[in-house]
Every structure is written in structure tokens, then in C-alpha cells.
């Protein structure tokens, strides 16, 4: 079969590629298609043509998979936030690992490296702990919306339809999160529609209102309502954070981040606390973190326990060690591992990040952990330099961002060569890459994936690794 552009064929899924989408080889030829389960067959439109593979758009399914199950969520086949819920959760993680297997061993040419089986999330279902809700002035209609032609292309805050920056869909229940962002998200929908100011529109740049990001505590079950506007009108904005937090007696924040940036990111450039605090505290563990507006932390609270728990696990500190935290974030690795090691130094590149690591660190009355701000290949050598670090680093541990290390970095991790190295990674194709480099020096014991983002293709690692 010779496969065009622009044409549309029948094709069954015989497998789900990493990135979540469903594969087909007729004749031999990879196409990866969207929203499809192995075992459909499919009526496809080639988007895409390349010369070993392409990537096609589902019209229809022909034939149901038997693996094939109704998702809980009434928008999984149309937005991006949870694209895997027509898979039951244990097929999930079956996947999971075999993608973790397939970068280490095809990325990474590595061979032989154990893989665990996936630790699950306990919550399957309202386990985000942050969602964001872009605002539209024309709303992207759904299938069954389109047949009414009653129904107006109006207001909407929602999600994105994967793929684009300007269609949302207006989301009125969504599954992921906890059950009360769904009635503050509806009171935030009404309030905007009476209001008479008109959303951002990311084409034209023009309007008011731009984005919802709620957060919530898992420990002491509060909410942090973060409104984000392009320019600054704290008459109408204060209106809508007493009308919230009359209503609602667990909402323990109200902000107003305000930008006229034109890409779409929801932090502001001027921040205003309309009501209470401007953080809510979490808990992992024992130890408390103050969140701040636009502070990360992990989406999934109690799955993220179970990460930090296995990456104790793998340090194995005896309180006598010195450990290196590199991507350190606002500090809730070192914090964990606080009473367990000697010193523990992170290094991280975000101001605002450090800043709260610091925070973080006081409020938990923690002395043994210092944070340094600035690039990694800048820092590590002054610190090794400074304190008199060489080749007395005990543990390392490395949290990158999805894109894994710079090179540079992987050459001063492998001149220290610490004794020891946890690797935690989002994403296994760097992951793969990087332990690749790695090798040169250490021994991989073994890779624990985590599942912080059920019905969705992402998933967490940790790798151990010894010097040789």
C-alpha cells in the first residue's frame, strides 16, 4: 500500500507508541494516529508524509478494540488533558514500563538494565493538585454541538484542543481534579459572562480575561484561586474574589496575576493577593511547602510521596553524607532527605524557585540544606571548588526538566563522580540519552517508573546508579 497525503484509509492499531498514539504498519509502514486503542480498525486521513513514517487523523472507527473501554470524562477523545481513558488502567501500565524499556534500549542502546513494574497512583481520579483554564471568546464546539445549530460559538474556559494554541473547549466537569474545582471553575464561568468584559483573544491579542489556574492541598484541603487578566482592574476582579471566598470557607487564596504577554503563559507580571494569603501550604510527608502562585510543584501530592519515598530508598543515607540536588527546584527533594543526610546542597537556575527552596527550608526549621542559584555548569564547579568537594560528593541527585541534561553538565557529573547517582526523570527518551553518557563511569542498577499522571502516556523514573 502507497500511502498519500491528504488521502483516507481503513488501518488497524496494532500497538500505542510512546507519546500516546496509536500505531499502524500497513505493509510495514509506521503511521501513528491519535485517540485509537490496539485492536480498532480505523478510517484515517494522512496529514503527514515522511519518508519512514507518517502520521494520520482519525475519522471513524470502524471496529471497536476489544481493549476498547468508555472513558469516565465526557471530553477524553477531544481535549488534551487525559487522552488514555479508554484504556483501563492496568493496560496503562503495562504500556508505561514497555515505553521506559524501549528509549533505554533503542535511545539508549543499553541492554539488560531492570525495569520494575510500574508504581501506581492510588488515585486515579482527581489526583491533580493544579489545573489551568484558558479563557476564550469563541469556544470550540464539540461533535454533538455542531448538529445545533441553536448553540453559538461563545465565552468558554477550558482546555485546549491538543495540537492548537486557540481552540478551548469549555469544560464543565473535569474528572482529574478534586470535585469542588469544578463548581468554583462554573461560579468563575458565570461571573465572567455577567461581568461584560470580553476574554483574551490569543489571535488578536485583545480582551481581558486570560486564564483560571486553581490549586490544591491535599494535607489540609484548601484552594488558591488564581485569576490572570491582561491588564489590571481590581475593582471588577475583587468582586469575583469576595463573591469565592464568601461562598467558599476552603478557599484560602485569591489572586490576580496580570499580563499583556502575548504568548500564552499564565504568570504575571504584576501580582496582586485579592483575599487571604498569597500561598496555600502542602505536605509531603512530614515536612510542609508553602505554593505560591506560580511556584512547581509535583501535580500529584500523594503519588509524588511515593517518588520521593523510592528516591530515599535508592540514597540509602546513613546521616553521614554529603549530597548534591542538582535541579533542585523550590527544594522538596533536600528537604526530604534532610534528617537522613549530612549536607545537602541544590543547585537551581530559577530566582524565584531559590527563593522559595530557602522558604521552604525555614519554615521546616532544616539547616542542612543549602540552595545556589544560577546554571548548573556554572555552580557545580565553584561548589566543588569552594567547599572542598572533590570527589567526596557521596550522592547526587539529578531532577532535570523534559529536555535531561545539557552535555556540558554530564561531562562535570562524570569528572566529580559521586559515589552514587538517583536519577528522576519525566521523560524516558532523555532519560535514555543520558544514561547512555552515564555509563561511561556507572552502573545502572535498575529503573523504578512511577505513575504520577494516570490516563495520560507521561510517566516518572528513577534510576540508580553505581560508580564503577
Given amino acids: 500500500m502507497t500511502l498519500k497525503k491528504r488521502k483516507a484509509y481503513e488501518l488497524e492499531i496494532i500497538d500505542l507508541a510512546f507519546g500516546g498514539k496509536g500505531l499502524a504498519k500497513p505493509d510495514g509502514f509506521p503511521v501513528f494516529i491519535d ?49 488514555w481513558q479508554q484504556l483501563g488502567y492496568d493496560l496503562q501500565l ?58 453559538k460559538k461563545d465565552f468558554g474556559i477550558g ?36 461581568s461584560g468584559l470580553p476574554a483574551y483573544h490569543l489571535r488578536s491579542h485583545e480582551g481581558f480575561w486570560r486564564f483560571l489556574m486553581l490549586r490544591h492541598s491535599a494535607a489540609f484541603d484548601t484552594w488558591m484561586v488564581n485569576i490572570v487578566t491582561k491588564e489590571k482592574n481590581i475593582d471588577v476582579v475583587q468582586q469575583l474574589a469576595d463573591m469565592l471566598s464568601k461562598k467558599y470557607s476552603n478557599i484560602a487564596s485569591v489572586m490576580n496575576n496580570i499580563t499583556d504577554a502575548k504568548s500564552g503563559v499564565s504568570t504575571g507580571k504584576e501580582e496582586v493577593c485579592l483575599y487571604g494569603r498569597d500561598y496555600i501550604k502542602e505536605k509531603l510527608g512530614e515536612f510542609e511547602f508553602k505554593i505560591s502562585a506560580n511556584s512547581f510543584f509535583q501535580t500529584n501530592t500523594r503519588a509524588c510521596e511515593k517518588l520521593y519515598t523510592k528516591v530515599s530508598e535508592y540514597a540509602a543515607l546513613q546521616g553521614r553524607e554529603i549530597v548534591v540536588d542538582l535541579y533542585s527546584g523550590t527544594g522538596t527533594i533536600p528537604i526530604w532527605l534532610s534528617d537522613q543526610a549530612k549536607m545537602i546542597y541544590g543547585i537551581e537556575i530559577v530566582k524565584s524557585a531559590v527563593i522559595d527552596a ?19 555548569k556554572d555552580v ?86 553505581h560508580r564503577l
Fill in 35 to 83: 485517540q485509537c486503542v490496539p485492536g480498532d480498525v480505523v478510517f484515517a486521513k494522512i496529514t503527514k508524509k515522511k519518508k519512514s513514517w507518517a502520521q494520520g487523523k482519525l475519522i471513524k472507527i470502524i471496529k471497536e478494540s476489544s481493549l476498547r473501554q468508555e472513558g469516565k470524562c465526557q471530553y477524553c477523545n477531544f481535549c488534551g488533558g487525559c487522552k
Fill in 94 to 151: 503495562k504500556y508505561k514500563k514497555r515505553h521506559v524499556i524501549e528509549s533505554i534500549e533503542h535511545i539508549g542502546r543499553l541492554k539488560g538494565v531492570r525495569v520494575n513494574d510500574v508504581l501506581p497512583s492510588d488515585n486515579i481520579f482527581e489526583y491533580r493538585n493544579k489545573m489551568e483554564f484558558s479563557c476564550s471568546s469563541k469556544r470550540w464546539l464539540l461533535p454533538e454541538e455542531l448538529a445545533d445549530q441553536e448553540i
Fill in 159 to 194: 482546555l485546549h484542543v491538543p495540537g492548537t494554541f486557540d481552540k478551548v473547549i469549555d469544560i464543565k466537569q473535569c474528572e482529574i481534579m478534586p470535585s469542588l474545582g469544578n463548581e468554583i471553575l462554573d461560579d468563575v464561568r458565570k461571573f465572567i459572562i455577567k
Fill in 358 to 376: 530557602k522558604l521552604n527550608a525555614r519554615l521546616n526549621n532544616i539547616d542542612n540544606c543549602e540552595f545556589l542559584e544560577g546554571d548548573i
Fill in 380 to 465: 557545580l564547579p565553584l561548589l566543588k571548588k569552594n567547599l572542598g568537594l572533590n570527589q567526596i560528593i557521596d550522592v547526587m541527585i539529578i531532577d532535570p526538566p523534559r529536555t535531561g541534561m545539557h552535555k556540558d553538565v554530564v561531562k562535570q557529573v562524570l569528572a566529580i563522580a559521586p559515589g552514587k547517582i538517583v536519577y528522576v526523570s519525566c521523560n524516558p527518551a532523555t532519560l535514555a540519552r543520558d544514561l547512555e553518557m552515564l555509563e561511561l563511569k556507572y552502573e545502572i542498577k535498575e529503573i523504578q517508573p512511577v505513575d504520577m499522571f494516570p490516563h495520560t502516556y507521561h510517566i516518572e523514573s528513577i534510576a540508580l546508579l
